[in-house]
Structures are given as C-alpha cells and as structure tokens.
Nanobody
C-alpha cells in the first residue's frame, strides 16, 4: 500500500516561515521524483517544486523560486518543503506526490504523478 502523509501546515503571518514534511511508505520513495503541489480556493492545483533521487530540484519559478526550498532525506523516506517569506497568496492546501517514472519534461504536470497525500493547509495572514 502506497502512503504519503503530509504535515507541518498551519497559520502564519506574512513574512513568516513554515516547513512541510511528507513521509512516504517504503517502496513509494526509493528512486522516484517527489513533488509538491498546491491548490488555493477556487483555483486549479499548481506545481510548486520537485526533487529527484539525486536531489536535483525544479521549481515553479514564477511563484516560489527564491523563497521555497525542496529537499529530501532518502534514509527517512521524507521530502520537505521549506517556505520562507510567505505571502497571503501562498495560502493553499499543499500536497506531496510521487511522479511516475518517465520524461523529466513533464515534471510540473499533475498527470505525471500517480500517488498523492491528503494535503496540509497553509494559511498566511496579512
């Protein structure tokens, strides 16, 4: 059974920081690209960042690059999203997901990911 469990969301003031974690069950994690997406109310789910097994990272540069950092601990089967300088527009449910094996060019596409966590709410107040 594949399981991804996010944690670390909450309420923070603008300019603050949060660190999200996503714990993956055993075979879910090894060798796979892991990604973070987010979905704000009334909006489509959007790509935030992804990291491959070698810790090469990809970011949605328009919205988060320079403020968010994705990382992973392969020994702990955990992927992290460090979020700094948070803005009210970062308010969303944040999801981690495992990417199917395949072209890296599709790394920002939801359809490239086959397993998803339940999401964790991040609320940034102004």
């Amino acid at each position: 059974q594949v399981q991804l469990v996010e944690s670390g969301g909450g309420l923070v003031q603008a300019g603050g920081s949060l660190r999200l974690s996503c714990a993956a069950s055993g075979r879910t994690f090894s060798g796979y690209v892991m990604g973070w997406f987010r979905q704000a109310p009334g909006k489509e789910r959007e790509f935030v960042a992804a990291i491959d097994w070698s810790r090469i990272t990809t970011y949605n540069s328009d919205s988060v690059k320079g403020r968010f950092t994705i990382s992973r601990d392969n020994a702990k089967n955990t992927v992290y999203l460090q979020m700094n300088s948070l803005k009210p527009e970062d308010t969303a449910v944040y999801y981690c997901a495992r990417k199917r094996r395949g072209p890296s060019a599709q790394i920002g596409t939801m359809e490239s990911y086959d397993y998803w966590g339940q999401g964790t709410q991040v609320t940034v107040s102004s």
